[in-house]
């Protein structure tokens, strides 16, 4: 792995300030590590820095970013850039694309007369949303893509800039179906693609529910556009994978954890979901 002052020259590129935060294959990332990331992001912003651009992994770059959105808060949303970028060849590959990336990463955190579009991803000379980048190829360095969406997310509700890690992602469909935990504040069950369960799920989603525990369903493709309904006693990931829908329940249960307030939240959340 390269230094952080190694990548800027080999992309011949000049920051203000260049931190070396942890040396660490994304896939290796622990959610105590994504939010010592956040928290370099936020600190950098509190500084002073106006745009801050974060290289990372590619394997779990779109969930760093996302939950670096969720916790920016709305006024250093206003104030800053916050872009995400990497690479998908090795730096020592006569053709790596890290290069061209951090410079096309670097253009666009300086145009700060765009600031309010929340924390992005900007990789072969796009840009995406945290809420909407995925990565879709492994072998392409064009690795990622958000379909037709908007290159920012919309406003998100507030958060104290803390979560709630004891939310559990549980799969459940035809070829897994994993336990629910019973110690948890709030559950993600990814189910199939249109995030129906089971029904042998049904008495535990509802003693969850009866409990004041949250539970998200969540699939793995675009789902149709859905809001929270009292009598469903579920909510609903709408367009976050499940991942995405992890982490912004532990967002909401950060700030709250009494199930009407998380139930609000969510439904703030998804006023901004775009098919």
Same mark, same amino acid.
């Given at each position: #792995? ?13 920051? !203000? ?5 942890? @040396? ?20 950098? *912003?509190?500084?002073?820095?106006? +745009? ?34 990497? @690479?998908?060849?090795? +730096?020592?590959?006569?053709? $790596? ?38 990565? *879709?190829?492994?072998? +392409?360095? !064009?690795?990622?893509? +958000? ?55 049904? %008495?535990?989603? %509802?003693?969850?529910? %009866? ?58 959340? #998804? $006023?901004?979901?775009?098919?």
């Amino acid at each position: #792995m390269l230094s952080g002052d190694e990548l800027t020259t080999n992309a011949n590129v000049t920051f !203000d300030s260049v931190t070396d935060l942890l @040396a660490i294959p994304s896939w290796d990332l622990s959610i105590t590590d994504v939010l010592t990331i956040v928290a370099a992001v936020l600190a950098a *912003i509190d500084a002073g820095h106006q +745009s801050v651009i974060v290289t990372h992994g590619t394997d779990t770059m779109e969930e760093s970013a996302w939950l670096t959105d969720l916790l920016l808060g709305a006024e250093r949303r206003a104030t800053s850039r916050v872009i995400f970028t990497g @690479a998908m060849r090795f +730096s020592d590959d006569d053709d $790596s694309d890290g290069p061209a990336n951090l410079k096309y990463a670097l253009n666009q955190a300086m145009q700060t007369q765009h600031s309010n579009q929340g924390a992005q991803i900007a990789f072969a000379g796009k840009l995406h949303a945290a809420r909407w980048a995925g990565k *879709i190829d492994a072998s +392409s360095l !064009d690795a990622f893509a +958000s379909g037709s969406r908007p290159a920012s997310s919309g406003p998100l509700p507030p958060t104290n800039g803390t979560i709630d890690v004891n939310v559990a992602l549980v799969t459940a469909n035809s070829v897994v179906r994993q336990a629910i935990p019973e110690d948890v504040h709030g559950v993600v069950i990814q189910g199939t693609g249109a995030a129906h369960v089971p029904s042998t799920y049904f %008495e535990q989603i %509802e003693q969850l529910w %009866e409990r004041g525990v949250p539970v998200v369903l969540a699939t793995r493709t675009r789902d149709i556009a859905r809001t929270f309904d009292a009598i469903d006693r579920v909510l609903w990931a709408g367009d976050l994978t499940p991942e995405k829908a992890t982490l912004a329940l532990m967002a909401a249960l950060g700030s709250s954890r009494q199930l009407p307030a998380v139930c609000n939240w969510w439904s703030n959340l #998804m $006023s901004q979901s775009i098919r």
